[in-house]
């Protein structure tokens, strides 16, 4: 039997994604839009993080967010009670997929007035390994982990870490109640992403939001 | 479980290969590269790519899948240190932060085979 032929083409996987991506980075930046791509597991804190955010920028800026789950509405309801443009993505019509794809966003940005924002906050579905390898046109991805969810996190999740623009370490305020050691949950950060800024802040308390609002203002 | 999503991305990709003409004749294989950074199961990815390309034009299209390792670079002391059990981007030979991946980030179609 004659043997097969090799063809060599060397093509990345996700270029079809990485296409869209760039589409929509480009309407953002005609747009004069800031989006943020908000990543953590489940639990640890994204939508209450986005409910204490948008009371405290919204007289600076216009905020619109796109929220994916795999199924139900319930975080995008939490959102829209602050009376702000949210659209619901939930991926459960796309086969439950555990992440955003640039094209799942492009679908959403037709639901949401793009001209009437200066920020746009997507929160990704509730994961730590796949939304990591998604480009989807943002400008910032913010990888979040709480202080309950243990240091050793950020080696375990090393891609998550690694693209970060920004890593946020949320609900400070239960660190006396825990035996978290944040000097070796900062050093794991640090292994991962050595010059990625952290911030260090509590939805419930407003502590370190003052940094976390400033981060977002920068253009 | 981003394995199906990859899966349909590499059906789609060969399929768009094919149709630019860039692959001729029966595909027989597809030779992927995928870094131990993302975190690709490669049972899993095999599994879902069989799924996926049933009662498609690659039914029956074999993944050959190479896992490449994490490898780091300083670019401090130039030295480059492999990963496997825990990563560390600080070198661990200097302590420089300027480290960068020089493998492990792939998620390649490395050559297509066609009979």
């Known amino acids: ?219 | 479980m981003h394995e199906a999503s990859i899966a349909q991305n590499v059906i789609e990709s060969v399929l768009r290969l094919i149709a630019d003409g860039t692959v001729q004749g029966k595909v027989a294989r597809v030779y992927l590269k995928v870094g131990k950074l993302t975190a690709v199961v490669p049972d899993n990815l095999q599994f879902m790519f069989g799924v996926l390309a049933e009662e498609g034009p690659l039914a029956g299209v074999k993944l050959e899948i190479e896992e490449v390792p994490i490898r780091v670079r300083c670019k401090a002391c130039e030295e480059a240190f492999e990963m496997h059990e825990e990563i560390r981007l600080i070198c661990p030979k200097c302590g420089s932060a300027d480290t960068r991946f020089e493998t492990g980030r792939e998620l390649l179609i490395d050559a297509v085979e066609v009979d």
Request: with cysteine.
């Open chain 1, 1 to 219: 039997m004659e043997a097969g032929k090799r063809i060599n083409v060397v093509t990345k996987i996700l270029a079809a994604n990485d296409r869209v991506a760039d589409e929509n980075r480009r309407r953002f930046a005609e747009l004069g839009l800031k989006v943020v791509n908000l990543i953590s597991s489940p639990g640890a804190g994204k939508t209450a993080l986005l409910e204490a955010t948008i009371g405290r920028i919204r007289k600076d800026r216009r905020v619109g967010v796109i929220v994916g789950d795999i199924a139900t509405t319930k975080d995008a309801e939490r959102i829209a009670k602050h009376d702000v443009p949210v659209v619901q993505i939930t991926t459960e019509s796309f086969g439950g997929s555990c992440h955003l794809e640039a094209s799942t966003i492009r679908q959403a940005l037709d639901e949401i007035p793009l001209k009437e924002l200066d920020l746009l906050f997507v929160e990704n579905v509730g994961n730590l390994v796949c939304p990591a390898e998604f480009d989807l046109g943002e400008q910032a991805k913010v990888s979040m982990l709480s202080v309950t969810e243990g240091e050793d996190k950020p080696l375990k999740y090393p891609l998550a870490f690694q693209v970060a623009n920004l890593v946020i370490l949320s609900k400070v305020d239960l660190v006396p109640h825990l035996r978290v050691d944040m000097e070796a949950l900062r050093a794991n950060v640090r292994q991962m992403n050595p010059k990625v800024r952290t911030l260090e802040l509590s939805s419930q308390t407003g502590e370190g939001f003052d940094a976390w609002i400033e981060w977002l203002k920068k253009p």
